[in-house]
């Protein structure tokens, strides 16, 4: 590797350190990144702001923004209140019977939407539940996106990088749900028995609050009849696009922001107030992120890295496809899944086609999807939804570290990548 190449590495890890250690604001820490990758040439303008995968991915940028202007008038509705005390009576109260029935919404939610619309519709619930109850709101929000990074590699449209490895691979809806909602649906169970230990703390039943949510009705709680209807229909229109987007030739991305301005139009708010409640240090976090990660696109490390763990098993498709399980973990936790699929999935498509072809060697696909899907439990950083949820939490005043989040984030992303890998085993090469 040349000079600059190392200094690109230099600065994203000096970035990351900022980052876990949180010396340095999130944000500043991502933009601050970015723009010395530019001053060393590790990438340029035109791959920064307009590569496909080596700079700013659009695509995920208006997702994210569509969903969020969307988010912010629905929450002018009441719904979310509605959802909080429903939930809440239908748990009775009980702290770990929420996070089961929160946990399990999240993860079957996931597998029909994509990961961030999940969240941002789920976590103003949590948020509410929580404090009508008088609950830790942490513990709840972090086990909801777990399960949520782990419900979304159910399907092809419940996590970004599923959609690129089908697109990749030409797998379909139905590929998806044979080889990869099964595994998932084990993961879940194993992450709700995990959930009972892990958050064992956060389980402070008050039965004096559990008592007063009881007598409350859902229906009380909403505000604004009229503009509920409206944004029941817009998401419905932008729900039913977002699992047709294929077949109607529409990025999510444009159905998103289409929507999101739909409803704006039509929902009478002013449009000043509406904005103050989009997360804007989410949007630009993300974008410096992406800028790091493609400058080292750019300057080849990430592909380096992909083919050197393809040269360590080439032969052997058991091996391999253990290589590609925990192998993806690493670089998925360290970086967004997303730009790290967009970058390797080459040339997993290359180990796959020296392997015998999409027939004998398919499982080498599950074994990236599920690779990458879980290892976004990882981090912070690793998952956009990770990065939304830690944006809303910090909104509402509830500060979640990286460490803090590690702290569950790697024991969840090394037993369900394990079992997962196990399963591959069983499935694929021992029972075959």
């Not at 702290?95 to 969240?119: H, I, K, Q």
């Not at 159910?154 to 139905?174: C, E, K, Q, V, Y």
């Not at 058991?318 to 790290?340: E, H, K, Q, R, Y």
């Not at 290359?350 to 392997?355: F, G």
Request: hydrophobic share 60%; net charge negative.
């Amino acid at each position: 590797m040349d000079v600059t190449t190392w200094l690109a590495v230099a600065v994203f890890v000096a970035v990351y350190v900022l980052i876990a250690t949180e010396w340095v604001h999130r944000v500043a820490a991502a933009l601050g990144g970015a723009v010395v990758m530019l001053l060393i040439g590790a990438t340029d303008p035109e791959h920064a702001f307009f590569s496909e995968h080596a700079g700013i991915d659009w695509n995920v940028i208006f997702l994210l923004l569509g969903m969020m202007l969307i988010v912010a008038v629905l929450q002018r509705t009441g719904v979310f209140e509605f959802i909080a005390v429903w939930a809440a009576r239908r748990a009775r109260g009980r702290p770990y019977r929420l996070m089961v029935l929160l946990t399990v919404a999240t993860g079957f939610l996931s597998a029909w939407l994509d990961n961030v619309t999940t969240v941002l519709l789920i976590a103003p619930v949590t948020i509410l539940v929580c404090r009508r109850l008088g609950l830790p709101v942490v513990p709840y929000l972090i086990a909801e996106v777990m399960a949520c990074n782990i419900g979304g590699a159910a399907t092809l449209i419940g996590d970004p990088p599923n959609i690129m490895i089908g697109s990749r691979a030409n797998l379909s809806f139905n590929d998806f749900l044979v080889h990869m909602t099964p595994i998932v649906v084990v993961l879940m169970i194993v992450f709700v028995l995990m959930s009972r230990v892990m958050f064992r703390k956060a389980f402070r039943h008050d039965p004096e609050r559990a008592a007063s949510i009881m007598e409350m009705n859902p229906r009380d709680q909403i505000k604004d009849g009229r503009l509920l209807l409206v944004s029941g229909v817009v998401i419905t229109a932008v729900m039913v696009c977002f699992v047709l987007h294929t077949w109607l030739h529409l990025e999510p991305s444009v159905v998103a922001i289409s929507g999101g301005l739909l409803l704006l139009g039509v929902s009478r708010l002013r449009p000043h107030d509406v904005a103050k409640d989009v997360e804007w240090e989410t949007l630009a976090f993300f974008a410096g992120l992406f800028v790091m990660v493609g400058a080292l696109v750019q300057t080849g490390v990430i592909g380096e890295l992909g083919e050197a763990a393809a040269e360590a098993t080439r032969g052997n498709l058991a091996a391999t496809t253990m290589a590609l399980v925990f192998g993806s973990v690493v670089p998925s936790a360290v970086i967004d899944n997303i730009p790290f699929v967009a970058s390797v999935s080459p040339i997993v498509a290359e180990i796959v086609e020296a392997s015998g072809g999409a027939g004998e060697a398919g499982v080498l696909w599950w074994a990236f999807a599920l690779g990458a899907d879980l290892a976004g439990n990882a981090t912070i950083i690793a998952s956009s939804s990770n990065v939304v949820v830690i944006g809303i939490a910090e909104r509402e005043g509830h500060h979640i570290s990286f460490w803090q989040f590690s702290r569950y984030g790697l024991i969840v992303t090394a037993v369900t990548v394990t079992v997962a890998a196990l399963y591959l085993w069983l499935r694929y090469f021992a029972l075959a």
